[in-house]
């Protein structure tokens, strides 16, 4: 069955970085759009960067432009998170999810487009 495992969150101060990793196995990853998705206390979940089934094209929201990168490794059936400049209000529960989508349509920060899901792992940006 599909599985999302993420893994790497922790505690950093400002301007610091991290890298988050969703290590996924049950299905084929180039098969298959991947996000990031955030969710602080008391917001609604938010999509952060995805990369597309296929070609491998990569998204992110404007939040997180010019600071996140994803990345995906097909040998080892993972999707990476690089975290650059981070910011307080970047604090939250990061989850990846799978998206088996359509090969002409690319990926996009809809948590509804995603059925599958990991468990997510806590970042937290404090000085």
């Known amino acids: 069955q599909v599985q999302l495992v993420e893994s790497g969150g922790s505690l950093v101060q400002p301007g610091g970085s991290l890298r988050l990793s969703c290590a996924t196995s049950?299905?084929?990853?180039?098969?298959?759009?991947i996000a990031w998705f955030r969710q602080a206390p008391g917001k609604e979940r938010e999509g952060v960067s995805c990369?597309?089934?296929?070609?491998?094209?990569?998204y992110s929201s404007d939040s997180v432009k010019g600071r996140f990168t994803i990345s995906r490794h097909i040998a080892n059936s993972t999707v990476i998170l690089h975290m650059n400049n981070l910011k307080p209000e970047d604090a939250a529960v990061y989850y990846c999810?799978?998206?088996?989508?359509?090969?002409?349509?690319?990926?996009?920060?809809?948590?509804?487009?995603?059925?599958?899901w990991g468990q997510g792992t806590q970042v937290t940006v404090s000085s």
């Open positions: 999810a799978a998206d088996p989508g359509e090969v002409r349509v690319v990926c996009g920060l809809t948590a509804t487009r995603y059925p599958y």
């Open positions: 049950g299905f084929t990853l180039d098969y298959y759009h």
């Open positions: 990369v597309s089934r296929g070609n491998g094209f990569v």
